[in-house]
């Protein structure tokens, strides 16, 4: 051991100690500070663990190297090799044991002084210990002493007394070896072989030699120059490491006259390679003058045999500090652990951890292997809704039915949770296009117009085809002697403003409703500007006082209420002044877009149109009531070009269902991943179209409706009709998506759902029968529900269908009279109850039956196993199975329930609470 | 906030591969044991195919195969009777070298599988017969002139893209050439070709992932090497380009992480495409989530062993009773396999018991003594040890779901 470089060992087997020597030996001991404070005068070692000194033993000058006894007991007994050649066994700590009492300070003496190099105890006879010194003429090199030998040789040779001065206790002094081998040579790193307990390898002087102590006159040698640091793998016991300057060879002792295999050769020399005592092929290595161990995982066992494998090595780098390492030494038995130490001596205790798999499940937990060990991680339940993750949101939402609520649609954003704002002006938009379309369908058949295909098509195509026909008009204020321009509604605008939430539908132009419902939801600062936008300074100030009073608002409130009654119209006034300087330090847009309002210039409304965080829906009707034609024609486009961009639903407002709201919800949808959402608003597409396309494509309804112009004149302006919006490509398979989706997580019950509000809207959609049951005998179809099958030909209502009170037996086929097959179980024909039940088909979704009354009709369904085609009704069949892995029908092996493993899954949804 | 528990499944040895099926109700896992019988090296992955096509595995190994398995139910007259166990139904023996990764192709494509080995080849294979998954034709060999050591699927199905395929490599000679390299199908030619390759991606990569496409315009490729980077991948629309020729992508880089601070080993995303998971060097699982703004940020830090991570504010209050409650599977677990099965419990996922039973699919080397039978090596043994319901003496019920029905 040079004096400046430490080393560091663990102790055998007591776990939490480890030794660091450069000129003397300091022993630690290790503890986890995870549940205590760090103690004063321990050295921390990692985030939670410390080493506390135990004892300092100096009593070794010239260290070389140290081994640690292997044996259980004395547990704290040290060889110290010395540059001298001695070993000495030394101890830390107090043994009381007295029978190894006098094994302290025993040493042991070579011939002729060289240094030590290496030392290594036999893992098997503990008493052994093999050294390794240079070389000297024709000394030996590598001597295996007995540490309970007594024998002291009666001459002792002079230059051993020479060195000896000044030991006073001869006795403790050995020099005869057990063995002496490598004559002429020098050594430089042993280790014994697990193999037996008399094979020894040495590396020796540009060999690799492995001496058979049963027969010291032969060695095996191969000659090498990485000859330092040999070092068994202890799983794998034919595995030997050893290394030259940066490069290690991994050798086999199967076929020793070459290395297996050699690694990367490091710029730097090695200092140290080490296989890991707890894990299979792991080495450690570490070069001089790094921070980093590099390791090398070696996942297979080289196979001597022939086999060409080139075992497959991954090579990794950890850094456990940040200064150079002197040393490291692995933890015994803690897994992969590893301790190392600095120049400086101070230490770092750390794990290295295996490579780490994962993978998540479809619902929202991760799965990680490391190492030997599954963990397993969960999105907390009990977080913050807005940082959940979609798919989370989106599972959530799924069972709590969002987006099924078809007659209240607005409230699908409270299913949605009620904490999206967009989704909330989504709904609310959905909401009003279909409610608007209806009425305004009603009013088109009294006057002829295509409002009812506008409305879908939002804002946009709204304003667009009602180009050049408004004038702006002034209008006063009410409670003030002030004009302002407004524009004159006319029916496009109202239709717009209807579609924003503003009025109510009608001719009635007042926003009075609207007003009292945004105060009764408490937005008491929206309904201000909202009052204000329409002249009416009283109200908003009303408003505004409410809102302080109610206990709930802001009380601030009042004062902004003050300082809007202070409005003047002067345009130098001090109240303009200061009102558009201070109004951009209100938090509130609503308040900031209502000082923005008052003090803008006749006609420049910047200030409100572009203030973002202002509803879209507010902004676009303050437009509509004070833009002309040309402004709110840019200004919309520039808005829907703004929301596309963004992904922004509230735009779905501008965009209506159409080709453009597409793309909008595309932006959306690549934004955020919500398919959901965005098959949901599609549909509600669907359903304006179902309604208008099939007004249309029916020529008896649309007789009816008073020759309503036909809608392919009107695409023009919406680009592309609803049918083409639900035949996008995108829409299908952002549907396709969330079913795949909801199938994943099981909830098929959910996905049915789905497909039965889709096909609803979209009767294309709809699957075909899947199955029928033919007749063994006549091979027609056995089905009941005759109407589902208008292609047989003639129909089977002869043969008594639901209701008929003159039924034929329903036990026998409807087409040739034969009976069906039996129940394997009860051995009666099947098909008895199925006919009591009226349009009892598989196939008719549409019966609405109580649960009790649904499960027994189930009950008395045909099921047979699609592999042994064996069968009988399916009560029976479930109960049979119940208790019994195999089919009922006698030396019939086949085991048919557990055929299909997804058929054993439940839906997800049942066991949610 | 994510909080993470110890999943007791003690191996005997290193897992090298986590993989769920469809539905998230069963895991498998794969490891290497010197002496694991169907495999002779060890399993580095291991991936279900959708259960459209039945129970079925791949697993690929360092021992230059793949093999493709599937659980069957066991004849009634043998010991196993009434349990399921798994068969390898093929071994596909193509590779000269060890194969490094092993996917089953988008439902939508059929029954097919994609391999990738050392020597740097590309093999995509096709059950023609769904009904008979001994019969793989090897339909297409892509040579990708570097030692591979992932691939990913395009999950996306849309008509609008064609079937796509990315390769990662490892190799680590000093030549730095780019180490990822996308293919894409081609209907004319009815070939894979390169579609694109990721110049600036030169370190060696040790996994990628695509991204559930869940209907977005563009593709997510997560890449692990010797830092996280996410890319996207916009398709030009195909009126813009010529026809015919592959499909050109806009691709940007949109996160670069290196808080690893190593190499990265594995990258892993949840079922929406919105959060990634990583694991790196450093010991650690990283979760990484976008904003609205698109902007990537790291939302969670788990160590490996399911610790929290000092310092870091997500995991300030991770419940200490959530570990005891997991039931130990342990005892019956021992013992090296080459894969294990996890059935999770029906109820939701924060019950105390997660997984209730599992299936082992090969028989430990020296049985151990808490496994109370052994079968052949090719088969692979199905138990199910319930947490809930100890009565081992009656035959275990496979279905235990079912009497709800």
Known sequence: MSGTKPDILWAPHQVDRFVVCDSELSLYHVESTVNSELKAGSLRLSEDSAATLLSINSETPYMKCVAWYLSYDPECLLAVGQANGRVVLTSLGQDHNSKFRDLIGKEFVPKHARQCNTLAWNPLDSNWLAAGLDKHRADFSVLIWDICSKYTPDIVPMEKVRLSVGETETSLLVTKPLYELGQNDACLSLCWLPRDQKLLLAGMHRNLAIFDLRNTSQKMFVNTKAVQGVTVDPYFHDRVASFYEGQVAIWDLRKFEKPVLTLTEQPKPLTKVAWCPTRTGLLATLTRDSNIIRLYDMQHTPTPIGDETEPTIIERSVQPCDNYIASFAWHPTSQNRMIVVTPNRTMSDFTVFERISLAWSPITSLMWACGRHLYECAEEENDNSLEKDIATKMRLRALSRYGLDTEQVWRNHILAGNEDPQLKSLWYTLHYILFMKQYTEDMDQKSPGNKGSLVYAGIKSIVKSSLGMVESSRHNWSGLDKQSDIQNLNEERILALQLCGWIKKGTDVDVGPFLNSLVQEGEWERAAAVALFNLDIRRAIQILNEGASSGKGDLNLNVVAMALSGYTDEKNSLWREMCSTLRLQLNNPYLCVMFAFLTSEAGSYDGVLYENKVAVRDRVAFACKFLSDSQLNRYIEKLTNEMKDAGNLEGILLTGLTKDGVDLMESYVDRTGDVQTASYCMLQCMKVKSESEVAQSCPTLSDLMDCSPPASSVHGIFQGSPLDVLKDERVQYWIENYRNLLDAWRFWHKRAEFDIHRSKLDPSSKPLAQVFVSCNFCGKSISYSCSTVPHQGRGFSQYGVSGSPTKSKVTSCPGCRKPLPRCALCLINMGTPVSSCPGGSKSDEKVDLSKDKKLAQFNNWFTWCHNCRHGGHAGHMLSWFRDHAECPVSACTCKCMQLDTTGNLVPAETVQP | ?405
């Open chain 2, 1 to 405: 906030m994510f909080v993470a528990r110890s999943i007791a499944a003690d191996h005997k040895d290193l897992i090298h591969d986590v993989s769920f099926d469809f539905h998230g109700r069963r895991m498998a896992t794969c490891s290497s044991d010197q002496s694991v019988k169907t495999h002779s090296g060890s399993v580095w992955r291991v991936t279900w195919a959708h259960p459209e096509f039945g129970q079925v595995l791949a697993s690929c190994s360092f021992d230059r195969t793949a093999a493709v398995w599937e659980e069957i139910v066991g004849e009634s007259n043998d010991k196993l009777r009434g349990q399921s166990h798994w068969v390898k139904r093929t071994t596909l023996v193509d590779s000269r070298t060890s194969v490094t990764d092993v996917k089953f192709a988008p439902k939508h494509m059929g029954l097919m599988l994609a391999t990738c080995s050392a020597d740097g080849i590309v093999r995509i294979y096709e059950a023609p017969d769904v009904m008979n998954l001994s019969q793989w034709s090897l339909q297409h060999e892509i040579s990708c002139k570097l030692s591979c050591s992932c691939i990913s699927w395009n999950p996306s199905s849309s008509r609008a893209h064609a079937p796509m395929i990315a390769v990662g490599s490892d190799d680590s000679s000093p030549n730095a050439m780019a180490k990822v390299q996308i293919f894409e199908y081609n209907e004319n030619t009815r070939k894979y070709a390169k579609a694109e390759t990721l110049l600036t991606v030169t370190d060696p990569v040790h996994d990628i992932a695509f991204a559930p496409n869940l209907g977005r315009s563009f593709h997510i490729l997560a890449i692990a090497t010797k830092d996280v980077r996410i890319f996207t991948l916009k398709p030009v629309r195909k009126e813009l380009t010529s026809s015919g020729g592959p499909t050109k992508f806009e691709i940007h880089i949109v996160a670069q992480f290196d808080n690893h601070n190593s190499q990265v080993w594995r990258v892993s995303w949840n079922i929406t495409g919105t959060v990634l998971a990583s694991s790196g060097d450093d010991g650690c699982v990283r979760l990484w989530k976008a904003n609205y703004m698109d902007n990537w940020k790291c939302t969670g830090i788990l160590k490996g062993n399911g610790s929290p991570v000092n310092g870091s504010s997500q995991q300030g209050n991770s419940n200490p009773s959530i570990g005891s409650n997991i039931p130990s599977l342990q005892n019956s677990l021992n013992g090296s396999s080459a894969g294990r099965y996890f059935f999770p419990p029906l109820d939701s996922p924060r019950a105390g018991s997660r997984w209730s039973s599992y299936a082992q699919l090969l028989p430990p080397p020296p049985p151990p003594p808490l496994i109370e039978h052994s079968c052949d090596a090719d088969t692979a043994s199905l138990q199910y040890p319930h947490p809930r319901r100890r009565s081992l003496s009656r035959p275990l019920n496979p279905l235990p779901e079912n009497e709800g029905v």
